[in-house]
Nanobody, 118 residues
Framework: QVQLVESGGGLVQAGGSLRLSCAASAGSILSFNVLNWYRQAPGKQREVVATIGRSGITNYADSVKGRFTISRDNAKNTVYLQMNSLKPEDTAVYYC???????????WGQGTHVTVSS
């Protein structure tokens, strides 16, 4: 059973940076068709922030374009979210998500808190 384990959250001042990591406990992240970062702010719905496909193609929510970068290290079985120029509205719990098309499996990490102070 694959588990996704996130790390890297914390408290940062506006304008600062954080890098989130999501490591897969088993198998290869190349087995996943899509890897996503979602976030959920208090009182709001969970929203997708960034996506990377198996081919390496990336997509971003308009609210983070130019500030966040999703990447992966296949050798480390890890996907990253580099967050720069952070704003208080980026405060949320960030979740890693993986989709595997071969069997329809999807998994979520436990979430990591990001708090941006003004």
């Amino acid at each position: 059973q694959v588990q996704l384990v996130e790390s890297g959250g914390g408290l940062v001042q506006a304008g600062g940076s954080l890098r989130l990591s999501c490591a897969a406990s088993a198998g290869s992240i190349l087995s996943f068709n899509v890897l996503n970062w979602y976030r959920q702010a208090p009182g709001k719905q969970r929203e997708v922030v960034a996506t990377i496909g198996r081919s390496g193609i990336t997509n971003y929510a308009d609210s983070v374009k130019g500030r966040f970068t999703i990447s992966r290290d296949n050798a480390k079985n890890t996907v990253y979210l580099q967050m720069n120029s952070l704003k208080p509205e980026d405060t949320a719990v960030y979740y890693c998500n993986a989709l595997r098309g071969a069997d329809g499996w999807t998994g979520w990490g436990q979430g990591t808190h990001v708090t941006v102070s003004s």
